[in-house]
Protein backbone atom coordinates (compact mmCIF):
# COMPACT_ATOMS: atom_id res chain seq x y z
CA UNK A 1 0.00 0.00 0.00
CA UNK A 2 3.17 2.70 0.70
CA UNK A 3 4.38 1.42 -2.55
CA UNK A 4 1.08 2.63 -4.19
CA UNK A 5 0.88 5.95 -2.42
CA UNK A 6 4.67 7.02 -2.77
CA UNK A 7 3.99 6.45 -6.32
CA UNK A 8 1.84 9.63 -6.54
CA UNK A 9 2.06 12.69 -8.17
CA UNK A 10 4.39 14.89 -5.30
CA UNK A 11 1.71 17.25 -5.04
CA UNK A 12 -0.66 15.18 -4.43
CA UNK A 13 1.70 13.18 -1.83
CA UNK A 14 2.27 16.72 -0.38
CA UNK A 15 -1.56 17.14 -0.02
CA UNK A 16 -2.15 13.72 1.46
CA UNK A 17 0.85 14.24 4.16
CA UNK A 18 -0.69 17.97 5.47
CA UNK A 19 -4.09 16.39 5.82
CA UNK A 20 -2.87 13.54 7.78
CA UNK A 21 -1.21 16.16 9.83
CA UNK A 22 -4.04 18.47 10.19
CA UNK A 23 -5.89 14.96 11.62
CA UNK A 24 -3.59 13.72 13.67
CA UNK A 25 -2.77 17.08 15.55
CA UNK A 26 -6.53 17.64 16.04
CA UNK A 27 -6.29 14.34 17.97
CA UNK A 28 -3.44 15.61 19.27
CA UNK A 29 -5.59 18.55 20.98
CA UNK A 30 -8.45 16.67 21.94
CA UNK A 31 -5.61 14.72 23.90
CA UNK A 32 -4.82 17.35 25.83
CA UNK A 33 -7.79 19.42 25.67
CA UNK A 34 -10.97 16.49 26.14
CA UNK A 35 -8.63 13.62 28.15
CA UNK A 36 -7.75 16.43 30.68
CA UNK A 37 -11.58 15.81 31.59
CA UNK A 38 -10.35 11.96 32.75
CA UNK A 39 -7.77 12.58 34.67
CA UNK A 40 -9.45 15.88 36.30
CA UNK A 41 -11.25 13.92 39.26
CA UNK A 42 -8.37 11.72 40.34
CA UNK A 43 -5.08 14.70 39.96
CA UNK A 44 -7.93 16.92 42.39
CA UNK A 45 -8.47 14.56 44.90
CA UNK A 46 -4.72 13.49 45.22
CA UNK A 47 -5.74 9.47 44.32
CA UNK A 48 -2.88 9.63 42.01
CA UNK A 49 0.45 12.01 40.99
CA UNK A 50 -0.81 14.30 38.02
CA UNK A 51 1.98 12.68 35.96
CA UNK A 52 1.22 9.26 36.87
CA UNK A 53 -2.56 9.90 35.65
CA UNK A 54 -2.11 11.58 32.81
CA UNK A 55 0.75 8.84 31.51
CA UNK A 56 -1.73 5.97 32.31
CA UNK A 57 -4.46 7.78 31.03
CA UNK A 58 -2.90 8.49 27.78
CA UNK A 59 -2.15 4.61 28.05
CA UNK A 60 -6.23 3.30 28.34
CA UNK A 61 -6.41 6.16 25.36
CA UNK A 62 -4.14 4.81 23.29
CA UNK A 63 -5.92 0.99 23.98
CA UNK A 64 -9.79 2.54 23.75
CA UNK A 65 -8.43 3.43 20.53
CA UNK A 66 -7.10 -0.03 19.19
CA UNK A 67 -9.82 -1.90 20.65
CA UNK A 68 -13.14 0.50 19.83
CA UNK A 69 -13.90 -0.25 16.15
CA UNK A 70 -14.88 1.85 13.48
CA UNK A 71 -19.02 2.09 14.42
CA UNK A 72 -18.99 5.92 15.92
CA UNK A 73 -15.91 6.93 12.78
CA UNK A 74 -18.56 6.00 10.28
CA UNK A 75 -21.87 8.01 12.46
CA UNK A 76 -19.24 10.78 11.89
CA UNK A 77 -18.69 10.45 8.24
CA UNK A 78 -22.74 9.96 7.12
CA UNK A 79 -22.70 13.26 8.82
CA UNK A 80 -22.41 14.42 4.84
CA UNK A 81 -24.79 13.52 3.01
CA UNK A 82 -24.31 10.36 0.84
CA UNK A 83 -24.02 12.41 -2.51
CA UNK A 84 -20.90 14.36 -1.38
CA UNK A 85 -19.73 11.24 -0.14
CA UNK A 86 -19.89 9.40 -3.80
CA UNK A 87 -18.58 12.68 -5.49
CA UNK A 88 -14.80 12.03 -4.58
CA UNK A 89 -11.64 14.01 -6.71
CA UNK A 90 -8.61 15.24 -4.85
CA UNK A 91 -9.47 19.27 -5.06
CA UNK A 92 -12.88 18.89 -3.80
CA UNK A 93 -11.79 16.15 -1.09
CA UNK A 94 -8.71 18.58 -0.50
CA UNK A 95 -10.91 21.57 0.64
CA UNK A 96 -13.21 19.32 2.28
CA UNK A 97 -10.81 18.39 4.70
CA UNK A 98 -9.05 21.15 5.89
CA UNK A 99 -11.65 23.46 5.91
CA UNK A 100 -13.68 20.84 8.76
CA UNK A 101 -9.75 20.31 10.21
CA UNK A 102 -8.83 24.28 10.10
CA UNK A 103 -12.26 25.08 11.76
CA UNK A 104 -12.18 22.42 14.56
CA UNK A 105 -8.62 22.90 15.60
CA UNK A 106 -8.82 26.85 15.72
CA UNK A 107 -12.17 26.69 18.36
CA UNK A 108 -10.47 23.42 20.36
CA UNK A 109 -7.20 25.75 20.62
CA UNK A 110 -8.86 28.64 21.68
CA UNK A 111 -11.08 27.00 24.31
CA UNK A 112 -8.13 25.06 25.62
CA UNK A 113 -6.45 28.42 26.15
CA UNK A 114 -9.72 29.78 28.08
CA UNK A 115 -9.75 26.95 30.16
CA UNK A 116 -13.03 25.94 29.14
CA UNK A 117 -14.03 22.49 28.80
CA UNK A 118 -15.67 22.92 25.44
CA UNK A 119 -16.19 19.95 23.59
CA UNK A 120 -13.98 18.19 20.78
CA UNK A 121 -17.10 16.53 19.75
CA UNK A 122 -19.64 19.28 19.16
CA UNK A 123 -16.35 21.09 17.81
CA UNK A 124 -15.80 18.44 15.03
CA UNK A 125 -19.46 17.48 14.11
CA UNK A 126 -20.51 21.60 13.85
CA UNK A 127 -17.62 21.94 10.97
CA UNK A 128 -18.66 18.56 9.61
CA UNK A 129 -22.08 19.87 9.25
CA UNK A 130 -20.51 23.62 8.03
CA UNK A 131 -18.62 21.71 5.10
CA UNK A 132 -22.04 19.68 4.47
CA UNK A 133 -24.10 23.14 4.04
CA UNK A 134 -21.53 25.21 2.32
CA UNK A 135 -21.41 22.79 -0.34
CA UNK A 136 -25.38 22.70 -0.54
CA UNK A 137 -25.19 26.68 -1.11
CA UNK A 138 -21.90 26.37 -3.71
CA UNK A 139 -24.09 23.60 -5.79
CA UNK A 140 -27.35 25.19 -5.47
CA UNK A 141 -28.61 22.00 -3.16
CA UNK A 142 -31.19 22.43 -0.81
CA UNK A 143 -30.16 23.07 2.24
CA UNK A 144 -32.45 20.78 3.44
CA UNK A 145 -30.55 17.89 1.45
CA UNK A 146 -26.56 19.37 2.23
CA UNK A 147 -26.54 17.43 5.47
CA UNK A 148 -27.68 14.02 6.40
CA UNK A 149 -30.21 15.17 8.97
CA UNK A 150 -31.81 11.91 10.36
CA UNK A 151 -28.08 11.02 11.40
CA UNK A 152 -27.42 14.63 13.01
CA UNK A 153 -30.93 14.60 14.49
CA UNK A 154 -29.55 11.18 16.52
CA UNK A 155 -25.93 12.67 16.95
CA UNK A 156 -27.72 15.99 18.07
CA UNK A 157 -30.27 14.00 20.69
CA UNK A 158 -27.21 11.69 22.26
CA UNK A 159 -24.91 15.12 22.54
CA UNK A 160 -27.80 16.51 24.08
CA UNK A 161 -29.33 13.88 26.43
CA UNK A 162 -25.88 12.73 27.49
CA UNK A 163 -24.88 15.67 29.54
CA UNK A 164 -28.58 15.85 31.40
CA UNK A 165 -27.90 12.07 31.98
CA UNK A 166 -24.47 12.82 33.23
CA UNK A 167 -25.81 15.66 35.67
CA UNK A 168 -28.72 13.31 37.35
CA UNK A 169 -27.47 10.26 37.69
CA UNK A 170 -24.19 11.41 39.05
CA UNK A 171 -26.52 13.56 41.83
CA UNK A 172 -28.59 10.50 42.43
CA UNK A 173 -25.59 8.44 42.95
CA UNK A 174 -23.77 10.94 45.49
CA UNK A 175 -26.87 11.18 47.37
CA UNK A 176 -27.12 7.41 47.69
CA UNK A 177 -23.62 6.54 48.95
CA UNK A 178 -24.50 9.64 51.48
CA UNK A 179 -27.66 8.22 52.66
CA UNK A 180 -25.76 4.59 52.88
CA UNK A 181 -22.81 5.30 54.42
CA UNK A 182 -23.10 9.00 55.71
CA UNK A 183 -20.35 9.07 58.11
CA UNK A 184 -17.61 7.95 55.32
CA UNK A 185 -14.39 9.73 54.74
CA UNK A 186 -15.32 10.25 50.95
CA UNK A 187 -17.45 12.90 51.72
CA UNK A 188 -14.17 14.69 52.72
CA UNK A 189 -12.71 17.00 50.34
CA UNK A 190 -8.71 17.10 49.87
CA UNK A 191 -8.14 19.97 51.57
CA UNK A 192 -10.21 18.68 54.57
CA UNK A 193 -8.52 15.04 55.56
CA UNK A 194 -5.30 16.96 54.75
CA UNK A 195 -6.21 19.25 58.02
CA UNK A 196 -8.02 16.59 59.97
CA UNK A 197 -5.60 13.73 59.63
CA UNK A 198 -2.92 14.84 58.27
CA UNK A 199 -3.27 12.42 54.95
CA UNK A 200 -2.58 13.47 51.31
CA UNK A 201 -4.11 10.67 49.39
CA UNK A 202 -7.63 9.35 49.94
CA UNK A 203 -8.87 6.05 52.15
CA UNK A 204 -7.85 2.62 50.47
CA UNK A 205 -11.06 2.13 49.37
CA UNK A 206 -11.62 5.50 47.44
CA UNK A 207 -8.81 5.79 45.61
CA UNK A 208 -8.87 2.30 44.40
CA UNK A 209 -12.19 3.38 43.03
CA UNK A 210 -10.70 7.18 41.94
CA UNK A 211 -8.47 5.30 39.90
CA UNK A 212 -9.77 2.66 38.22
CA UNK A 213 -12.28 4.98 37.09
CA UNK A 214 -10.44 7.39 36.12
CA UNK A 215 -8.75 4.60 33.65
CA UNK A 216 -12.02 3.54 32.55
CA UNK A 217 -12.93 7.45 31.16
CA UNK A 218 -9.93 7.35 29.61
CA UNK A 219 -10.19 3.84 27.84
CA UNK A 220 -14.09 4.63 26.62
CA UNK A 221 -12.69 8.21 25.53
CA UNK A 222 -10.63 6.70 23.40
CA UNK A 223 -12.99 4.61 21.98
CA UNK A 224 -15.14 7.08 21.30
CA UNK A 225 -13.45 10.25 20.85
CA UNK A 226 -10.38 8.48 18.84
CA UNK A 227 -12.88 6.89 16.38
CA UNK A 228 -13.90 10.45 15.01
CA UNK A 229 -10.33 10.75 14.24
CA UNK A 230 -10.30 7.33 12.24
CA UNK A 231 -13.73 8.71 10.67
CA UNK A 232 -11.22 11.91 9.46
CA UNK A 233 -8.70 10.09 8.32
CA UNK A 234 -10.95 7.51 5.56
CA UNK A 235 -12.41 10.90 4.51
CA UNK A 236 -8.97 12.17 3.80
CA UNK A 237 -7.81 8.97 2.17
CA UNK A 238 -11.13 8.69 0.56
CA UNK A 239 -11.29 12.00 -0.47
CA UNK A 240 -7.43 12.25 -1.43
CA UNK A 241 -6.87 8.97 -3.07
CA UNK A 242 -9.96 7.53 -4.01
CA UNK A 243 -8.65 4.47 -6.26
CA UNK A 244 -6.58 3.21 -3.34
CA UNK A 245 -9.35 3.49 0.10
CA UNK A 246 -12.92 4.19 -1.42
CA UNK A 247 -12.62 -0.03 -0.83
CA UNK A 248 -10.82 -2.40 1.81
CA UNK A 249 -8.20 -3.74 -0.63
CA UNK A 250 -7.35 -6.30 2.09
CA UNK A 251 -10.83 -7.72 1.93
CA UNK A 252 -10.86 -11.18 1.98
CA UNK A 253 -12.72 -13.38 -0.99
CA UNK A 254 -15.36 -14.20 1.54
CA UNK A 255 -16.36 -11.17 2.34
CA UNK A 256 -16.51 -9.78 -1.24
CA UNK A 257 -18.79 -12.29 -1.81
CA UNK A 258 -20.29 -11.54 1.57
CA UNK A 259 -21.10 -8.01 -0.33
CA UNK A 260 -22.10 -9.96 -3.85
CA UNK A 261 -24.77 -11.97 -1.81
CA UNK A 262 -25.87 -8.74 0.01
CA UNK A 263 -26.49 -7.29 -3.45
CA UNK A 264 -28.50 -10.41 -4.65
CA UNK A 265 -30.71 -10.91 -1.30
CA UNK A 266 -31.34 -7.32 -1.71
CA UNK A 267 -32.50 -7.59 -5.24
CA UNK A 268 -34.99 -10.44 -3.82
CA UNK A 269 -36.29 -8.53 -0.67
CA UNK A 270 -37.03 -5.59 -3.11
CA UNK A 271 -39.20 -8.55 -5.44
CA UNK A 272 -40.53 -9.62 -2.11
CA UNK A 273 -42.08 -7.04 -1.08
CA UNK A 274 -42.74 -5.13 -4.67
CA UNK A 275 -46.27 -4.87 -3.31
CA UNK A 276 -45.37 -2.23 -1.33
CA UNK A 277 -41.81 -0.78 -2.59
CA UNK A 278 -43.09 -0.96 -6.63
CA UNK A 279 -44.29 2.39 -6.57
CA UNK A 280 -41.26 3.99 -4.45
CA UNK A 281 -38.37 2.13 -6.28
CA UNK A 282 -39.93 1.91 -9.73
CA UNK A 283 -39.50 -1.55 -9.84
CA UNK A 284 -39.68 -3.28 -13.11
CA UNK A 285 -39.80 0.18 -14.76
CA UNK A 286 -35.71 0.56 -15.64
CA UNK A 287 -35.28 1.26 -19.48
CA UNK A 288 -32.68 -0.76 -21.25
CA UNK A 289 -29.06 0.13 -21.32
CA UNK A 290 -30.10 2.78 -18.64
CA UNK A 291 -27.12 3.74 -15.47
CA UNK A 292 -27.12 4.94 -12.55
CA UNK A 293 -26.29 8.21 -11.94
CA UNK A 294 -23.04 9.90 -11.22
CA UNK A 295 -22.96 12.02 -8.65
CA UNK A 296 -26.45 11.59 -6.65
CA UNK A 297 -28.53 8.59 -5.86
CA UNK A 298 -32.19 7.60 -7.07
CA UNK A 299 -34.18 5.15 -5.17
CA UNK A 300 -35.58 4.92 -8.56
CA UNK A 301 -32.62 3.65 -9.93
CA UNK A 302 -32.19 0.59 -7.67
CA UNK A 303 -32.60 -1.81 -10.10
CA UNK A 304 -30.27 -0.85 -12.69
CA UNK A 305 -27.93 -0.15 -9.25
CA UNK A 306 -28.38 -3.55 -8.45
CA UNK A 307 -27.52 -4.46 -11.86
CA UNK A 308 -24.04 -2.42 -12.70
CA UNK A 309 -22.59 -3.94 -8.96
CA UNK A 310 -23.29 -7.68 -10.06
CA UNK A 311 -21.78 -6.73 -13.19
CA UNK A 312 -18.94 -5.15 -11.46
CA UNK A 313 -18.39 -7.74 -8.99
CA UNK A 314 -18.74 -10.49 -11.68
CA UNK A 315 -15.91 -13.41 -10.84
CA UNK A 316 -14.06 -10.46 -8.54
CA UNK A 317 -11.89 -12.41 -5.80
CA UNK A 318 -9.63 -9.29 -4.75
CA UNK A 319 -10.46 -5.58 -5.39
CA UNK A 320 -7.16 -5.43 -6.76
CA UNK A 321 -8.24 -6.84 -9.60
CA UNK A 322 -10.46 -3.78 -10.49
CA UNK A 323 -8.80 -0.48 -11.71
CA UNK A 324 -9.07 2.62 -9.61
CA UNK A 325 -12.15 3.87 -11.27
CA UNK A 326 -13.99 0.37 -10.92
CA UNK A 327 -13.56 0.83 -7.53
CA UNK A 328 -14.86 4.32 -6.87
CA UNK A 329 -17.80 3.07 -8.93
CA UNK A 330 -18.48 -0.19 -6.75
CA UNK A 331 -18.30 1.72 -3.54
CA UNK A 332 -20.96 4.68 -5.03
CA UNK A 333 -23.17 1.69 -6.01
CA UNK A 334 -22.87 0.15 -2.63
CA UNK A 335 -23.41 3.42 -1.28
CA UNK A 336 -26.51 4.20 -3.07
CA UNK A 337 -27.94 0.84 -2.34
CA UNK A 338 -27.38 0.92 1.31
CA UNK A 339 -28.72 5.15 1.32
CA UNK A 340 -31.88 3.35 -0.33
CA UNK A 341 -32.55 0.70 2.18
CA UNK A 342 -32.06 2.99 4.82
CA UNK A 343 -34.93 5.20 3.55
CA UNK A 344 -36.77 2.00 2.74
CA UNK A 345 -36.15 0.81 6.48
CA UNK A 346 -38.49 3.73 7.57
CA UNK A 347 -41.17 3.67 5.42
CA UNK A 348 -44.31 2.71 7.85
CA UNK A 349 -45.73 -0.10 5.75
CA UNK A 350 -42.71 -2.38 6.07
CA UNK A 351 -43.45 -4.80 8.33
CA UNK A 352 -41.15 -4.56 11.56
CA UNK A 353 -39.73 -8.03 10.80
CA UNK A 354 -38.61 -7.22 7.16
CA UNK A 355 -37.19 -4.08 8.50
CA UNK A 356 -34.96 -6.10 10.98
CA UNK A 357 -33.66 -8.41 7.53
CA UNK A 358 -32.84 -5.04 5.81
CA UNK A 359 -30.86 -3.96 8.59
CA UNK A 360 -28.94 -7.33 8.23
CA UNK A 361 -28.31 -6.62 4.72
CA UNK A 362 -27.16 -3.18 4.80
CA UNK A 363 -24.41 -4.64 7.51
CA UNK A 364 -23.15 -6.87 4.79
CA UNK A 365 -23.58 -4.22 2.23
CA UNK A 366 -20.99 -2.27 3.63
CA UNK A 367 -18.86 -4.25 5.28
CA UNK A 368 -15.84 -3.67 2.66
CA UNK A 369 -16.32 0.12 2.67
CA UNK A 370 -16.65 0.65 5.93
CA UNK A 371 -13.37 0.08 7.80
CA UNK A 372 -9.84 1.48 8.46
CA UNK A 373 -6.43 -0.16 8.03
CA UNK A 374 -4.62 -0.98 11.37
CA UNK A 375 -1.76 1.51 10.26
CA UNK A 376 -4.73 4.64 10.77
CA UNK A 377 -5.82 3.16 14.27
CA UNK A 378 -2.13 3.15 15.49
CA UNK A 379 -1.74 6.72 14.37
CA UNK A 380 -5.01 8.50 16.18
CA UNK A 381 -3.97 6.03 19.21
CA UNK A 382 -0.67 7.61 19.06
CA UNK A 383 -1.66 11.23 18.69
CA UNK A 384 -4.44 11.02 21.14
CA UNK A 385 -2.53 9.01 23.56
CA UNK A 386 0.47 11.50 23.17
CA UNK A 387 -2.17 14.55 23.59
CA UNK A 388 -3.36 12.91 26.72
CA UNK A 389 0.68 13.63 28.50
CA UNK A 390 0.28 17.44 27.43
CA UNK A 391 -1.79 20.94 28.56
CA UNK A 392 -3.74 18.80 31.68
CA UNK A 393 -3.64 21.86 34.24
CA UNK A 394 -5.69 24.58 32.82
CA UNK A 395 -9.19 21.89 32.73
CA UNK A 396 -8.15 20.20 35.58
CA UNK A 397 -8.18 23.13 37.86
CA UNK A 398 -11.50 24.02 36.32
CA UNK A 399 -13.47 20.99 36.85
CA UNK A 400 -12.18 20.49 40.07
CA UNK A 401 -12.25 23.87 41.59
CA UNK A 402 -14.20 26.36 39.34
CA UNK A 403 -17.49 24.39 39.15
CA UNK A 404 -19.03 24.51 42.47
CA UNK A 405 -17.93 26.38 45.45
CA UNK A 406 -16.83 24.31 47.19
CA UNK A 407 -13.76 21.65 46.56
CA UNK A 408 -15.06 18.19 45.57
CA UNK A 409 -15.64 15.33 47.75
CA UNK A 410 -13.94 11.78 46.93
CA UNK A 411 -17.62 10.65 46.97
CA UNK A 412 -18.04 13.31 44.16
CA UNK A 413 -15.49 12.25 42.18
CA UNK A 414 -16.19 8.71 42.22
CA UNK A 415 -20.09 9.36 41.01
CA UNK A 416 -18.80 11.83 38.25
CA UNK A 417 -16.05 9.23 36.66
CA UNK A 418 -18.46 6.00 37.13
CA UNK A 419 -21.86 8.01 35.24
CA UNK A 420 -19.24 9.05 32.78
CA UNK A 421 -17.74 5.49 32.22
CA UNK A 422 -21.31 4.00 31.63
CA UNK A 423 -22.72 6.83 29.72
CA UNK A 424 -19.96 7.22 27.30
CA UNK A 425 -19.71 3.25 27.55
CA UNK A 426 -22.97 2.91 26.34
CA UNK A 427 -22.78 5.36 23.52
CA UNK A 428 -20.03 2.89 22.34
CA UNK A 429 -22.53 0.35 21.80
CA UNK A 430 -24.85 2.37 19.87
CA UNK A 431 -22.40 3.92 18.14
CA UNK A 432 -23.26 7.08 18.76
CA UNK A 433 -20.78 9.91 19.82
CA UNK A 434 -21.00 11.97 22.79
CA UNK A 435 -18.94 14.49 24.65
CA UNK A 436 -16.26 13.16 27.61
CA UNK A 437 -16.19 16.96 28.50
CA UNK A 438 -19.77 17.76 29.03
CA UNK A 439 -20.82 14.17 30.25
CA UNK A 440 -18.21 14.49 33.14
CA UNK A 441 -18.58 18.33 33.83
CA UNK A 442 -22.15 17.73 34.30
CA UNK A 443 -21.51 15.13 36.42
CA UNK A 444 -19.70 17.25 38.58
CA UNK A 445 -22.36 19.78 38.68
CA UNK A 446 -24.63 17.27 39.51
CA UNK A 447 -22.72 15.87 42.46
CA UNK A 448 -22.16 19.90 43.43
CA UNK A 449 -25.64 20.15 43.11
CA UNK A 450 -26.44 17.09 45.69
CA UNK A 451 -23.97 17.86 48.01
CA UNK A 452 -25.76 21.36 48.37
CA UNK A 453 -22.46 22.76 47.27
CA UNK A 454 -23.44 25.89 45.04
CA UNK A 455 -22.08 26.50 41.79
CA UNK A 456 -19.88 29.05 40.55
CA UNK A 457 -22.02 30.84 38.02
CA UNK A 458 -19.08 32.53 35.95
CA UNK A 459 -17.63 29.11 35.39
CA UNK A 460 -20.74 27.65 34.58
CA UNK A 461 -21.56 30.91 32.06
CA UNK A 462 -18.38 30.20 30.08
CA UNK A 463 -18.88 26.59 30.17
CA UNK A 464 -22.68 26.86 28.83
CA UNK A 465 -21.68 29.30 27.01
CA UNK A 466 -19.12 26.98 25.07
CA UNK A 467 -21.45 24.70 24.50
CA UNK A 468 -23.59 26.99 22.86
CA UNK A 469 -21.39 28.89 20.81
CA UNK A 470 -19.71 25.69 19.76
CA UNK A 471 -21.75 24.48 17.19
CA UNK A 472 -22.80 27.78 14.88
CA UNK A 473 -19.52 28.88 15.51
CA UNK A 474 -17.65 25.94 14.13
CA UNK A 475 -20.24 25.46 11.64
CA UNK A 476 -19.95 29.13 10.39
CA UNK A 477 -15.90 28.28 10.06
CA UNK A 478 -15.92 25.49 8.41
CA UNK A 479 -18.87 26.68 5.90
CA UNK A 480 -16.81 29.41 5.06
CA UNK A 481 -13.41 28.18 4.51
CA UNK A 482 -14.79 25.68 2.37
CA UNK A 483 -16.08 28.21 0.36
CA UNK A 484 -12.56 29.57 0.00
CA UNK A 485 -10.80 26.71 -0.73
CA UNK A 486 -13.26 26.24 -3.66
CA UNK A 487 -12.62 29.20 -5.00
CA UNK A 488 -8.91 27.76 -5.24
CA UNK A 489 -9.64 24.52 -6.48
CA UNK A 490 -12.29 25.01 -9.41
Not at 40 to 60: D, E, P, Q
Not at 228 to 238: D, P
Not at 262 to 288: C, D, M, P, V
Request: glycine share 10%; aromatic share 8%; proline share 3%.
Amino acid sequence: MFDLILGLDAWVLASLVLALAFVLFFEFINGFHDTANAVATVIYTKAMSAYTAVILSGIFNFLGVLLGGVGVAYAIVHLLPVELLINVNTGHGLAMVFSLLAAAIAWNLGTWYLGIPASSSHTLIGSILGVGLGNALITDVPLADGVNWQKAIDIAISLVVSPLAGFLVAALLLLGLKWWLPTSKMHNTPETRKEIKGKKHPPFWNRLVLVLSAMAVSFVHGSNDGQKGIGMIMLVLIGIVPGLFVLDLNSTTYQIERTRDATLHLSQFYQRNSATLSEYLALGKAHEGEMPALFRCDPKQTEVTIEALLEDLKGITDYNMLDPEKRIEVRRYLLCLDDTAKKVGKLSELPSRERADLDKLRKDLTGTTEYAPFWVILAVALSLGIGTMVGWKRVVLTVGEKIGKQGMTYAQGMSAQITATCAIGMANLFSLPVSTTHVLSSGVAGTMVANKSGLQGGTIRNILMAWLLTLPVSMGLAAGLFWIATRFVG
